[in-house]
């Protein structure tokens, strides 16, 4: 069976600048996961351990990859960037709410 699929849109480019802050909300978001496995890694008990553990390792190598694109890109991630992608993260969830 041979099927023709059709777009039914145009998929948007992104431009170097959103490609550059979804990279940074990324990392933004995986250094608050990788906080969250930590706090919970100290609470777990039994065969939480071992889960959290794996989060921790995850999260720590996805962090790493992350910011070595970063830095390959030019990328200087500092607070203000970081407190302005929060905000706006912040006011997306309340939207969305």
Do not use: C, H, P, W
Not at 11 to 16: A, C, G
Not at 59 to 81: F, P, T
């Amino acid at each position: 069976m041979y099927e023709e699929f059709v777009k039914e849109f145009k998929i948007k480019e992104k431009n170097k600048e959103e490609l550059d802050t979804e990279l940074i909300k990324s990392i933004i978001k995986t250094r608050i996961d990788l906080e969250n496995a930590n706090k919970n890694y100290e609470f777990a008990e039994g065969e939480l351990i071992d889960y959290f553990l794996y989060q921790i390792k995850a999260n720590q190598s996805k962090l790493n990859y992350l910011l070595k694109k970063a830095k390959k890109n030019g990328i200087i991630i500092d607070m203000v960037k970081q407190i302005e992608i929060r905000k706006q993260k912040y006011l997306e969830d309340i939207n969305a709410v």
